[in-house]
């Protein structure tokens, strides 16, 4: 289990031992304190679309991003797509008016991979990696953009 939470117009996200990965608001992008694979990488807001770009630390480039985000039907609305430079595309859902959770889920399998819960009255998140989502694919990139929609958009019940 790990916990989301929105930290000095960042978010830091962490499991109960040492993994966390910390979004620190620099300018104009978030820079990431955490686990190698995000190491010299940047977030940044798109400048074509309501949502988040995945790139290098250098600059925004939004042609050489490693991953991004955007809007579903409606902008603003509940749903956003969340797409990785190996063209996977993946959904992140707001669910349930009483017990509301984002999920996120792929195309290849019934259920979510991840599942994205208020943890109490804070704002802060529960992030749970369901059976299918302990194998998850290049799991920090697409933990980061979830993050990003949930905590820095202002997405959601808690936002």
């Given amino acids: 289990m790990m916990r989301l939470e929105a930290r000095g117009g960042g978010f830091l996200l962490r499991d109960d031992g040492a993994w966390r990965i910390e979004a620190v608001a620099n300018g104009e992008a978030w820079t990431f304190r955490g686990p190698p694979p995000l190491a010299g990488l940047a977030l940044f807001r798109s400048a074509n679309a309501a949502g988040f770009v ?6 925004r480039d939004e042609q ?31 669910r349930g008016p009483r ?19 208020p943890a109490d009255e804070a704002g802060a998140w529960e992030v749970e990696r369901t059976v299918a989502g302990l194998s998850l694919p290049r799991a920090e ?7 990003a929609e949930i905590t820095l958009a202002g997405a959601g019940p808690a936002g």
């Avoid at 991004?68 to 969340?82: A, D, H, N, Y």
């Avoid at 017990?99 to 819960?117: D, F, K, M, Q």
Wanted: hydrophobic share 45%.
């Fill in 141 to 147: 990139e697409l933990l980061v953009l979830a993050a």
């Fill in 64 to 94: 050489a991003a490693r991953g991004r985000t955007f809007g579903g039907r409606e902008p603003s609305g509940p749903e956003r797509w969340l797409l990785l430079d190996d063209g996977s595309a993946w959904r992140l859902v707001l």
């Fill in 99 to 117: 017990a509301a959770r984002w999920e996120l889920s792929g195309w290849e399998t019934p259920g979510p991979y991840l599942l994205v819960r």
């Fill in 54 to 59: 995945l790139g290098g630390a250098g600059g």
